[in-house]
């Protein structure tokens, strides 16, 4: 039997509709200031909305991780390698879930959460968190303040390690001459 060298066509799928979705949310955010001000509520919202069905996806992606096995990792790889790969997944994998889950709590928060609802893409009304929504007013504006950072600081540690991600797949590529970008290309 040949050993596995690919990712599944499933995981495959996902690792690439989860990357250009935050990609679009990062774009999104990272350019409101420069909207219009009629564009900031729908670019807002719609940063909100691809972030919840981020989270959504990453669950997927875990739960198709947890029943599928992936492939092997090139025996090139020295220990430090493997090690350092399996640290920066994990901790790719704990961000793709903070960062919806801070943003989701720090929207939940905002003080003017209960006469604004949010729509998810505009097609139904997405919950908000109720037992922040339930804080007493002055606590919850502080949450919401910390939370924001949470968001905002786990964001550019997220930048940091697609970055390291994305090298580390080039450098085993380019410089090692693994079939890296193959095991994950569509």
Known sequence: MLAQTRYTRTAIALHWLIAVLMIINIALILLVDRYPDDWVRPA???HKSIGITVLGLVIMRIL???THKPPAMP????A????????????????MIL???SGWMHDSAWKDAATHPMQLFGLFEWPRIGWIMAIEPTVKET???VLGGV???????LYVLVGLHVLAALKHQFLDGEREL?????
Do not use: K, N
């Open 44 to 46: 807002v919202d719609t």
């Open 64 to 66: 198709w991780r947890a």
């Open 75 to 78: 025996g090139s790889y020295g």
């Open 80 to 95: 430090f390698e493997r090690f350092a790969a399996h640290l920066a997944h994990g901790a790719l994998y704990v961000l």
């Open 99 to 101: 960062l919806p889950l």
């Open 143 to 145: 949450w919401h303040t």
């Open 151 to 157: 968001h905002e600081w786990a964001g550019y540690v």
């Open 182 to 186: 193959q095991r994950m290309w569509p």
